[in-house]
């Protein structure tokens, strides 16, 4: 408990129901307050059905791998090797259908095979060899960013890309849905049904919650846990394709950053709807705060610095309101 | 209420107590926690606190030690009316804390850990232990600390870190010291000691709250005793007044009767399980034994004779060093708990709240952890059933009377007693070949108790083998048909039958274990 929690003391019960509130939907609360300011302050630019489609296709990548990155931290783990992984996996996608000329739908279940197998790679790290996930996932990341520039040998692979290629991430296929914008509802949707609705889900739950007594209660922690880096890696090697096909390129480094935005994504939305738990919907609501306060910042020109102020602040204030109110609201 | 009844002692003390509560109440979220108790404390005073788990005692030390603020009532310390409001202001206004998972640095000496959290003498700006220790000496030497001050406290007994307690508090110059359960971990023969050094601290005029679920003690102990019950202070004990039928009385609000030993009464079936020769370095040393169908067996000793290692090697939760297992007749070697589980095991580990609950999960979710297979919809679509789940649970909230709202009520906010009955819940849709429980009723009220003994015996009844294993003194001659009894990592004794009493396994507990190697059946 903090010296702040304990110096604000006698709530009145209505005080503390708020705070209870506050704690658990502060963040969609936040999230609707900025989206109702933009659309007040940017009548004409914010609130048309062509900006929200733009910013929703924008955050599907950072939403589809801070998704994989749920999984991770739900069965009590960090994988900070996504970053990494994506942009190896948009530099090989790219050599496999420029260079070696292999069919798009074979090269793109090549890299997601990849990613499954670093998942696979981190979580034997973590659960055999017992290595700290910080420290297993970020020398793996390391690894993989070696063998990116590898690869490609620094530099960047631009020329000859197909247009079948970029119609993977600018197509609209659907109902004239942006491709990104299906791939992400398809893969949140689809990870949300495995976490809450099925029986292996109350297993990775189960293993976040409590590993010992997940382990005495019959579930086999180790098997959840490589689940968990497995999906968290297929889910990076598909931010990786998409991304790759949206720039045209594969360059090293590519995806870096959507390491930050993931971390920022999943904590946000720990602090969405349940009391400091991860999962696949809070991270969602992440996703969209952090996607929306760009974007109307875009929109009013503020300069880039000021975008990854906002990114920090944002998480730090709303993960902080969160433990707050609960502490507050627990006395 | 019996507030107010004939007080003993000197009437002076009584005049002016050191602390006064009065109708003392806590609300958390919608669950009023202390409807409203009141109680007071003489100096010098062993004033005993008993109630059933979920009474409200917790939350009322948790507002003592100004950890929680209560919503309605008044606190008087030394006639002054106080508001606690942070642990530094309990201390300040001479109230100490001992809690049953003791305060302790494992790293540090003695003297540091005594001077843990208490400002300290320096000199020229820094702290000057040579001083310090000149002024603990003495109080170490008085509450009996025979470990040097400046070793380390690695490798001390509970009791010897709980006398480090007493002396933390002590150097604080406490004038209450409150106890909680402070014999839950203790030696009979440690037990003594603490018993010495309350009542010395007693007549040295510091008074002691000594909250305990064991009646003797509280017995032995205390001049008056308050009782709680739902939140309440229902009754304050003291002189004629003060004995166990009204103890038990008052605790259970006179719903439940003490149990009727019923064992040996039951037919025993085949043998389901055997263990020869079962080893895992250093806590279990070669532990045979067979487990038949219909019984309840009790493995008895003392706390460290191996007992809960023996049943992790059962359950698969360790790899057994040597010795064979065997299951209804074929080998049995589990390579993890998910395999014993599947062999037809079930475990409910000693820690409820570390080893066996998901604390902020719900009921449903915690009773269906281990019923994956039963709240699915089937091989081809793995979705949850959760009406399935759901019914599952309202199920086992009937059967076993759990007393929550509903079945999506986390686990966190149950009572020990009821929280317990969630573990052993969660188990019983399984209908196991062999049901583990180790300490069943620990931290857990008279009346959860007796309905998880009804309980225990029931499964026993309908073909289950159970095997118990308890420190409780009265626990395994009340439930067990049989009682194999562990020193130091072997059974040294099995007892069936009439021989089986309290008696008879402490002694057997106490044994030298070689001695009594020849004596045991292999």
């Known amino acids: 408990m903090s010296d702040v929690a304990i110096s604000a003391r006698r709530l009145s019960p209505g005080a503390k129901a708020a705070l209870g509130i506050f704690a658990r939907y502060g963040t969609i609360i936040g999230l609707l307050a900025m989206v109702v300011t933009f659309s007040i302050l940017s009548p004409a630019a914010f609130p048309t059905l062509g900006n929200f489609t733009n910013v929703l296709n924008q955050a599907s990548l950072a939403m589809i791998i801070a998704g994989g990155l749920t999984l991770a931290v739900v069965v009590g783990e960090l994988d900070l090797s996504i970053g990494f992984a994506a942009s190896l996996h948009g530099i090989l996608i790219t050599g496999l259908v420029v260079h070696d000329k292999l069919p798009i739908p074979l090269a793109v279940v090549i890299v997601i095979a990849l990613g499954a197998v670093i998942g696979l790679v981190n979580g034997f790290i973590v659960t055999k060899v017992k290595v700290n996930s910080v420290i297993a996932t970020l020398g793996v990341g390391t690894i993989l960013t070696g063998l990116a520039f590898a690869y490609s040998a620094g530099v960047p692979i631009v020329a000859g890309v197909p247009e079948a290629f970029l119609q993977l991430s600018l197509g609209r296929w659907l109902f004239g849905i942006p491709n990104n914008i299906i791939a992400m509802i398809v893969v949140l949707g689809g990870l949300w049904l495995l976490v809450e609705r099925t029986p292996l889900g109350q297993e990775i739950q189960a293993v976040g919650g409590n590993a010992v007594a997940a382990r005495l209660a019959g579930v086999n922690v180790d098997r959840i846990k490589i689940l968990g880096f497995v999906i968290s890696g297929m889910c990076a090697a598909l931010t990786g394709i998409l991304l790759a096909s949206r720039l045209g390129s594969g360059t090293a480094s590519a995806a870096d950053s959507y390491l930050l935005t993931a971390f920022a994504a999943v904590f946000l939305g720990s602090a969405t709807l349940r009391d400091g738990e991860f999962h696949v919907l809070g991270t969602l609501v992440g996703a969209l705060i952090i996607a929306f306060g760009f974007n109307g910042l875009n929109i009013f020109g503020a300069p880039t610095f000021s975008q990854y102020v906002l990114q920090g602040a944002i998480l730090i204030i709303a993960v902080g309101m969160a433990s707050l109110g609960r502490s507050l609201a627990e006395r | ?522």
Request: with cysteine.
């Open chain 2, 1 to 522: 209420m019996t507030r107010g009844a004939p007080q003993p002692g000197n009437a002076d003390e009584m005049a002016t107590p050191f602390l006064v509560a009065r109708d003392v109440a806590k609300a958390f979220g919608g669950t009023q926690a202390l409807k409203g108790v009141s109680l007071d404390i003489a100096p010098g005073e062993i004033h005993g606190l008993v109630g059933a788990n979920g009474a409200g005692k917790s939350t009322f030390i948790r507002i003592l030690a100004g950890l929680n603020h209560p919503d309605a009532g008044r606190l008087e310390l030394d006639g002054h009316s106080q508001e606690i409001g942070t642990p530094q202001r309990a201390t300040e206004l001479g109230m100490s804390f001992i809690h049953q998972e003791l305060a302790f640095v494992p790293g540090m000496t003695v003297l540091q850990n005594i001077m843990l959290g208490v400002p300290k003498k320096t000199r020229f700006g820094l702290t000057d232990w040579r001083a310090i220790a000149r002024d603990v000496t003495p109080i170490a030497r008085r509450v009996g600390i025979s470990a040097p001050l400046n070793a380390g406290v690695k490798g001390l007994s509970t009791a010897e870190i709980w006398l480090i307690n007493i002396c933390r508090a002590l150097v604080r110059k406490a004038r209450l010291i409150v106890m909680d359960e402070p014999t839950a971990s203790l030696a009979a023969s440690e037990a003594e000691r603490l018993f010495a050094i309350v009542r010395d601290l007693s007549a040295s005029g510091v008074a002691v709250l000594y909250i305990s679920h064991r009646l003797d003690e509280i017995l032995s102990l205390c001049t008056r005793v308050s009782v709680f019950r739902d939140g309440r202070s229902v009754a304050e004990l003291a002189g004629d007044a003060l004995n166990r039928p009204a103890l038990v009385e008052a605790i259970v609000g006179g719903a439940i009767r003490d149990t009727q030993r019923t064992g040996a009464t039951r037919q025993r079936g085949d043998v389901v399980m055997e263990a020869k020769t079962l080893a895992r370095a250093p806590n279990v040393r070669g532990v045979s034994l067979q487990l038949h169908a219909g019984e309840v067996l009790g493995i008895g000793g003392l706390v460290g004779a191996g007992r809960t290692e023996l049943a992790r090697l059962l359950f698969g939760a360790d790899r057994p060093d040597s010795g064979e297992m065997t299951l209804m007749g074929r080998p049995y070697a589990p390579a993890s708990p998910a395999a014993a589980v599947r062999a037809g095991l079930g475990l409910v580990p000693e820690e409820r709240r570390a080893e066996a609950l998901f604390l902020s999960k719900s009921i449903a979710f915690n009773l269906g952890i281990a019923n994956l297979d039963k709240i699915a919809f089937g091989r081809y679509l793995p979705l949850m059933n959760r009406s399935a789940r759901t019914s599952m649970a309202g199920e086992t909230i009937r059967s076993l009377s759990i007393k929550a709202r509903s079945a999506s009520t986390p686990v966190g906010r149950l009572s020990g007693g009821n929280q317990q009955k969630v573990a052993i819940g969660r188990w019983l849709q399984r209908t196991p070949k062999v049901l583990i429980l180790d300490e069943p009723t620990r931290g857990v009220d008279i009346g959860a108790r007796a309905e998880i003994h009804r309980l225990i015996r029931q499964q026993a009844e309908s073909g289950m083998a159970v095997l118990v294993i308890s420190s409780e003194p009265d626990e395994l001659p009340d439930l067990c048909d049989r009682v194999l009894v562990m020193a130091e990592g072997r059974i040294v004794r099995e007892l069936t039958g009439q021989a089986v009493s309290r008696k008879a396994i402490v002694e057997a507990s106490y044994v030298e274990p070689e001695a009594l190697m020849e004596d045991h059946p292999a």
